[in-house]
T-cell receptor
Framework: DSGVTQTPKHLITATGQRVTLRCSPRSGDLSVYWYQQSLDQGLQFLIQYYNGEERAKGNILERFSAQQFPDLHSELNLSSLELGDSALYFC?????????????FGEGSWLTVV | GESVGLHLPTLSVQEGDNSIINCAYSNSASDYFIWYKQESGKGPQFIIDIRSNMDKRQGQRVTVLLNKTVKHLSLQIAATQPGDSAVYFCAENREAGTALIFGKGTTLSVSS
């Protein structure tokens, strides 16, 4: 158990809908990352937060947004869902963004868009 | 664009053999590298890391080698066990404030 908690574990929704994925980082970690993993694909970095502020952006679509709250939990909002958004979405956390701080991953949220 | 990649998508070994998984990176400015193991249906699990000022680091049954001259990273697993079967990713953290960049992964299959 990495200490990073993600909910829900599985989610099935229809095209055009909107979903919210939730992440609680490890106790004491201030930095949160979101990654997308499609079938047979590697992990694609979406967005990073540090202590409530957006720190870096990766390949995140405009239909997607995220935030980190004062209690440090984070939410990833996916809207106008398309079939191609079906993927495993991972949240990860670290103490801070400095290289050398281990980044721990949660177990992921499986999203299926039908 | 610059990315971290792996040489082989799959690697099959016999139980007890040593495994070597390779990774090439293109950004010479990267200064921190990590290997992750991902079992089916689970999140990536940290295995071992190495800073660019080192060329070798050992853990329990695992060794990471870094060759900055040719921008190559490898993960050696000694006495591979069936429980080592998983997808292995190398990742780089180029600088503070940037996130990990992952390669596509190598699937390690260990047969008894």
């Amino acid at each position: 158990d990495s200490g990073v908690t993600q909910t829900p574990k599985h989610l099935i929704t229809a095209t055009g809908q909107r979903v919210t994925l939730r992440c609680s980082p490890r106790s004491g970690d201030l930095s949160v990352y979101w990654y997308q993993q499609s079938l047979d694909q590697g992990l694609q970095f979406l967005i990073q937060y540090y202590n409530g502020e957006e720190r870096a952006k990766g390949n995140i679509l405009e239909r997607f947004s995220a935030q980190q709250f004062p209690d440090l939990h984070s939410e990833l909002n996916l809207s106008s869902l398309e079939l191609g958004d079906s993927a495993l979405y991972f949240c990860a956390s670290s103490v801070d963004p400095s290289p050398g701080n281990t980044i721990y991953f949660g177990e992921g949220s499986w999203l299926t868009v039908v | 664009g610059e990315s971290v990649g792996l040489h082989l998508p799959t690697l099959s070994v016999q139980e007890g053999d040593n495994s070597i998984i390779n990774c090439a990176y293109s950004n010479s400015a990267s200064d921190y590298f990590i290997w992750y193991k991902q079992e089916s249906g689970k999140g990536p699990q940290f295995i071992i890391d190495i800073r660019s000022n080192m060329d070798k680091r050992q853990g329990q049954r695992v060794t990471v080698l870094l060759n900055k001259t040719v921008k190559h990273l490898s993960l050696q697993i000694a006495a591979t066990q069936p429980g080592d079967s998983a997808v292995y990713f190398c990742a780089e953290n180029r600088e503070a404030g940037t996130a990990l960049i992952f390669g596509k992964g190598t699937t390690l299959s260990v047969s008894s």
